[in-house]
């Protein structure tokens, strides 16, 4: 049977436990150095603390230790891998293979920095003694299949989140243009940027567009097809986003896995414990995104670049000096202070909403007829703060009274604890109803742990118990069980035997970015499409700095290089 792991982001400590409590069987989170964001740093005590919160469950913890290391940094990397282990994580997220060498007990993973995208390099990395490959966003599912078929690694993937333009690991144009390096944790996000895109002869083609900005990535539909590709391990992209971010997509995710094990429970388990209930109802187009793409999935060329997302709220049926007044896509729609709303050319936020009359900055490209999409819901924001979700380990009691009274317990994961308490001396007058008290009394919740009665056989007389009594059977049961360690389901650890002949070699070739994503293409002015003639060279400007994009149509990708 494959085990099916959903992988979240946690900016701190407190967003991973509320990730776990949303269904995540995995977390993945930086320590106070070298993973790769810079501004999303904890404490050794904070991972302990969510480590000592997840094993409850049979949840992994995965530090990032992912950035490429200077020589003189190692010795500091290496005892932060040593105390990474000892508060309890389960693996490592590396990029640099000097990492493979401080620790001989921690399982590795690559990391998607390592831009796996080829069976041949995923044998590479899988002889060095990684455990888990992470894929480039950008492959198909034939290509996904190809690497999964040619390694035995773990393959993990990405399903949500933003997208990064270029291939992972090799983008410096964030370092060329500010100094701050992406492959050290500092990118500064210039593919965010506005720019101005000019012909050989300095006209310019568009002005002012976030030309290099593409979509989130959302596979909510394709899990199933994943899960066939090869994919065990389904990741959220999010390690800068806050908690709402979070709790939405791993409680939607964590949704649409639960439903693909339900279909099909001979082939596919969950990869940790519990049973989410209660909570706010997902819906992903409430969250922050640039609208929705499934990138390269089915191995096709789309629109990719970056939009207004969100839920459509209707158009704009006429400015005002404060702001503007909305004609609504339906009665249904409400909106609040705050509500975040985006539009072709910009976005703007809610100061005061009054019925659809709206107070907000002025933004020079809304217009009149402007069809908005609300991407930032307060009233939602509010639900996810007021309706948290309770994870629970369903624990089946078996109770056996035959002149004495035998509980026995068993947790969902394996673990089994039993109590044999002294027989109260009176009798039950109504011995169906004491049936019935048994049932519900036992059968409720005691921790983390959600008890039900799966069997109940009386020989003899039925003893009267009251209600603390079996409360008092159900806490034991509860305080037996948390002295026990859940069975979590393992890790696959890589190779025995690393193979210290590959090389992971990082290099740019003066290149800034190399990207599956064409500017020339988005824009209709790629050859293939036939409606055009060849236009290049293409320059993006943005102030001072022009930058060159160079079109290997042999290849389908773009890149970017300095003049």
Not at 23 to 40: L, M, S, W
Not at 243 to 253: C, I, P
Request: proline share 4%; hydrophobic share 35%; glycine share 8%.
């Amino acid at each position: 049977m494959k085990s099916l792991e959903l992988l979240a982001p946690a900016r701190t400590a407190d967003i991973g436990i509320a990730a776990i409590d949303c269904g995540a069987d995995a977390v993945y989170i930086a320590g106070p150095a070298f993973g790769a964001r810079q501004a999303a740093g904890n404490s050794i005590e904070d991972i302990a603390r969510l480590c000592e919160y997840a094993r409850r469950y049979g949840v992994r913890i995965y530090a990032t230790v992912n950035t490429l290391l200077e020589p003189e940094e190692h010795p500091e990397a290496q005892k932060l891998v040593q105390d990474l282990e000892k508060a309890g994580v389960n693996a490592l997220i590396v990029q640099d293979p000097a990492v493979l060498s401080m620790s001989d007990s921690l399982i590795m993973h690559a990391s998607t920095q390592c831009a796996l995208r080829t069976p041949e390099k995923a044998k590479g990395l899988e002889s060095l003694g990684f455990g888990r490959l992470v894929l480039e966003r950008e492959l198909s599912l034939e290509q996904i299949k190809a690497i999964s078929e040619a390694v035995h690694t773990e393959i993990e993937f990405f399903v949500h989140g933003a997208l990064c333009v270029c291939y992972s690991g090799q983008c410096y144009l964030s370092e060329y243009l500010t100094g701050r390096s992406a492959n050290r944790g500092a990118c500064a996000q210039p593919c965010r940027s506005l720019y101005d895109l000019e012909d050989a002869e300095g006209k310019v083609l568009v002005r002012n567009k976030p030309l290099l900005s593409l979509k989130d990535y959302n596979l909510y539909h394709r899990l199933e097809d994943l899960a066939g590709a090869g994919v065990s391990s389904f990741k959220i992209e999010g390690r800068l986003k806050g908690e709402s971010y979070v709790l939405n997509g791993v409680k939607a995710y964590s949704e649409a896995l639960d439903h693909l094990v339900a279909r099909d429970p001979d082939k596919y388990c969950r990869a940790s414990f519990g049973r989410v209930s209660g909570g706010f109802t997902p819906d992903l187009n409430k969250t922050f995104n640039r609208g929705y793409t499934e990138l390269f999935l089915d191995g096709k060329r789309g629109q990719w670049a970056a939009e207004g997302g969100g839920e459509y709220v209707g158009k704009v049926k006429r400015l005002t000096p404060a702001g503007f007044i909305l004609d609504p896509a339906s009665p249904d729609i409400k909106l609040c202070n705050g509500d975040g709303f985006t539009f072709e050319g910009g976005g703007v936020r809610a100061d005061i909403a009054e019925g659809y009359t709206v107070q907000c900055k002025k933004v020079d490209t809304l217009k009149e007829g402007t069809r908005l999409y609300r991407n930032i819901s307060t009233a939602f924001e509010k639900q996810l703060e007021a309706a948290k979700p309770v994870r629970e380990i369903p624990v089946q009691l078996s109770v056996e009274i035959n002149g004495s009274i035998l509980v026995k317990a068993l947790s969902e994961d394996g673990r089994a604890a039993s109590i044999q308490p002294e027989k109260p001396v009176d009798i039950a007058r109504d011995a169906e109803k004491m049936v019935q008290n048994i049932n519900t009394q036992l059968g409720k919740r005691s921790g983390h742990y959600s008890f039900s009665v799966h069997s109940l056989a009386v020989k003899g007389d039925m003893p009267f118990m009251t209600a603390s009594f079996l409360n008092g059977i159900r806490r034991d049961l509860a305080e037996q069980l948390d002295q026990l360690p859940v069975k979590a389901l393992p890790l696959y650890r890589g190779a025995k035997q690393p193979n210290t002949s590959f090389r992971l070699e990082y290099h740019n070739n003066g290149e800034l970015m190399r990207t599956k994503y064409c500017i020339r293409h988005q824009l209709g002015l790629c050859p293939k499409q036939g409606k055009v003639k060849k236009a290049e060279p293409l320059f993006l400007k943005n102030g001072k700095e022009r930058l060159q994009l160079i079109f290997h149509c042999a290849e389908c990708e773009m890149t970017v290089r300095h003049l």
